[in-house]
């Protein structure tokens, strides 16, 4: 009898692991079921299409045909409501039930809902589906002012479509610079600059104590924690993700801010697997649980969970390693984050000019992540210190040299 997979969740990561099923099985049954009403696309691109730049046709990956060729059975617009990992069946929002032999959860997250008055209202636009972005670009287009919340990676892509669409914005950040657990003020400095040559007016030790609305409830202005009142008819908020893991509240998993997995993409319950953001996975490199926000990192976990499903449960044969990446191209200059920026207990970092400057962070004088603005020549050799573990403690001076040179590092010499 030929085994059945059933994958929850048809973004990158499912998708993913569908396709590697099916290539490493031509007789399993492969169901893909998604709450969405779109097969796969291009998530990093709705921020392209939301700004104006990109036509709809090119974001899309998949259409229901690829899945039909591939006979993959694709369920659009299903909500999986709870999974019985007893009975090995997933209930869904119609009442059907499917039957699995392995199960993958793929469902990444959803954006926080700013927890103020009228953040439901019209016009304020949380930012995950190309259904976001839809609506995100019609009003963009249609407003004069805006506002954005949230200093992180999803926070200035509403920015630049901010910039992008002529709205006269201002992003309320709390602090004194934008993504301030990667950057420090010198970093930051050159995002802020570019985020006003845009038009965008970053303010700082700010907030939304609550939003105001207009008779027909489109919200009007944004009130920070000081009183200071923003006009905008445009509200982008990017505060965090809660993980799409209710489906799951009455089984064994390990639920810890998603779903917990070993590096095979394993979780503590027999034939059942996790890919892609929601997964707190083991990290081979950096020897503790991580998780990643990365459209490469989901897919190669997608693809990771895939080639173990078709295999036997206790003995996995591939595993997750990896120092994920992620990039902006907002601006003149290039941006990217590596590994994970934002943890680690020393750093070293050098601003080389008014768009260039550098930062790595470093955990027991590792190399664990970091930020590159300007000049991104040096990532495949900071990965690769990442990646190896290299203890560079006493050597952190060479991190920061224009050309990193890999040979002055004592303990890859020893090697
Ligand atoms: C605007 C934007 C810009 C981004 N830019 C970049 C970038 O430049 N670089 C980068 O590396 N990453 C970027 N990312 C992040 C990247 O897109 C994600 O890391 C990646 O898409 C995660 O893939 P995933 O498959 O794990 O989850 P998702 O893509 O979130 O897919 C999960 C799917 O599961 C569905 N689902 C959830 N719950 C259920 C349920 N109960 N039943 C059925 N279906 C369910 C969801 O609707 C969704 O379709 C960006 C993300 C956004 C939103």
């Given at each position: 009898?030929?085994?059945?997979h059933?994958?929850?969740?048809?973004g990158?990561?499912g998708?993913?692991?569908?396709?590697?099923?099916?290539?490493?099985?031509p007789?399993?049954?492969?169901?893909?079921?998604?709450?969405?009403?779109?097969?796969?696309?291009?998530?990093?691109?709705?921020?392209?299409?939301?700004?104006?730049k990109?036509?709809?046709?090119?974001?899309?990956?998949?259409?229901?045909?690829?899945?039909?060729?591939?006979?993959?059975?694709?369920?659009?617009?299903?909500?999986?409501?709870?999974v019985?990992?007893?009975?090995?069946?997933?209930?869904?929002?119609?009442?059907d039930?499917?039957?699995?032999?392995?199960?993958?959860?793929?469902t990444?997250?959803?954006?926080?809902?700013l927890?103020?008055?009228?953040?439901?209202?019209d016009?304020?636009?949380?930012?995950?589906?190309?259904?976001?972005?839809?609506?995100?670009?019609?009003?963009?287009?249609?407003?004069?002012?805006?506002?954005?919340?949230?200093?992180g990676?999803?926070?200035?892509?509403?920015?630049?479509?901010?910039?992008?669409?002529?709205?006269?914005?201002?992003?309320?950040?709390?602090?004194?610079?934008w993504?301030?657990?990667?950057?420090?003020?010198?970093?930051?400095?050159?995002?802020?600059?570019?985020?006003?040559?845009i038009?965008?007016?970053p303010?700082?030790?700010?907030?939304?104590?609550?939003?105001?609305?207009?008779?027909?409830?489109?919200?009007?202005?944004?009130?920070?924690?000081?009183?200071e009142?923003?006009?905008?008819?445009f509200?982008?908020?990017?505060?965090?993700?809660?993980?799409?893991?209710?489906f799951?509240?009455?089984?064994?998993?390990?639920?810890d801010?998603g779903v917990?997995?070993?590096?095979?993409?394993?979780?503590?319950?027999?034939?059942?697997?996790?890919?892609?953001?929601?997964?707190?996975?083991?990290?081979?490199?950096?020897g503790?649980?991580?998780?990643?926000?990365?459209?490469?990192?989901?897919?190669?976990q997608?693809?990771i969970?895939?080639?173990?499903?078709?295999?036997?449960?206790a003995?996995?044969?591939?595993?997750?390693?990896?120092?994920?990446?992620?990039?902006i191209?907002?601006?003149?200059?290039?941006?990217?984050?590596?590994?994970?920026?934002?943890?680690g207990?020393d750093d070293?970092?050098?601003k080389?000019?008014?768009?260039?400057?550098?930062?790595?962070?470093l955990?027991?004088?590792?190399?664990?992540?970091?930020?590159?603005?300007?000049?991104?020549?040096?990532?495949?050799?900071?990965k690769?210190?990442?990646?190896?573990?290299?203890?560079?403690?006493?050597?952190?001076?060479?991190?920061?040299?224009?050309?990193i040179?890999?040979?002055?590092?004592?303990?890859?010499?020893?090697?």
């Amino acid at each position: 009898m030929s085994a059945s997979h059933v994958i929850i969740g048809d973004g990158i990561a499912g998708s993913s692991a569908a396709e590697t099923v099916r290539e490493a099985d031509p007789d399993a049954d492969v169901t893909v079921i998604t709450d969405e009403g779109e097969a796969l696309y291009n998530r990093i691109l709705i921020k392209e299409f939301a700004k104006g730049k990109l036509p709809e046709a090119p974001i899309s990956i998949h259409d229901p045909d690829w899945y039909a060729e591939r006979d993959i059975d694709l369920q659009l617009n299903t909500h999986v409501t709870t999974v019985d990992t007893d009975a090995h069946e997933i209930h869904t929002h119609a009442g059907d039930v499917y039957e699995y032999d392995k199960l993958l959860v793929a469902t990444g997250g959803t954006p926080t809902q700013l927890p103020v008055e009228n953040s439901d209202a019209d016009g304020v636009h949380h930012f995950w589906t190309f259904e976001d972005a839809r609506a995100i670009k019609e009003n963009a287009e249609n407003s004069e002012t805006g506002v954005v919340v949230g200093a992180g990676l999803l926070g200035i892509d509403l920015a630049a479509i901010c910039g992008a669409q002529g709205l006269e914005a201002n992003y309320l950040m709390r602090g004194e610079c934008w993504w301030r657990y990667a950057l420090s003020p010198d970093g930051a400095e050159i995002i802020h600059d570019a985020l006003r040559d845009i038009g965008v007016t970053p303010v700082f030790d700010s907030g939304v104590d609550r939003f105001e609305t207009d008779e027909d409830g489109h919200v009007t202005a944004a009130v920070d924690p000081n009183g200071e009142r923003f006009e905008a008819n445009f509200v982008g908020a990017a505060i965090g993700l809660d993980f799409n893991t209710e489906f799951l509240r009455d089984t064994d998993l390990e639920l810890d801010y998603g779903v917990v997995t070993d590096e095979h993409m394993r979780t503590n319950v027999e034939d059942v697997y996790a890919a892609g953001d929601i997964t707190q996975f083991h990290d081979v490199i950096l020897g503790e649980r991580a998780q990643n926000g990365a459209w490469g990192s989901a897919k190669e976990q997608g693809s990771i969970a895939g080639q173990n499903m078709v295999g036997d449960w206790a003995e996995p044969e591939e595993t997750f390693e990896w120092v994920s990446s992620y990039s902006i191209t907002h601006f003149d200059f290039p941006f990217l984050s590596f590994g994970h920026p934002t943890l680690g207990d020393d750093d070293a970092e050098r601003k080389y000019s008014d768009t260039e400057w550098r930062r790595v962070a470093l955990k027991d004088g590792k190399v664990v992540g970091g930020v590159l603005i300007g000049d991104l020549a040096p990532q495949s050799k900071l990965k690769k210190l990442a990646r190896e573990q290299v203890d560079v403690s006493d050597q952190k001076e060479l991190l920061l040299e224009e050309t990193i040179d890999l040979e002055k590092f004592d303990a890859l010499e020893a090697e």
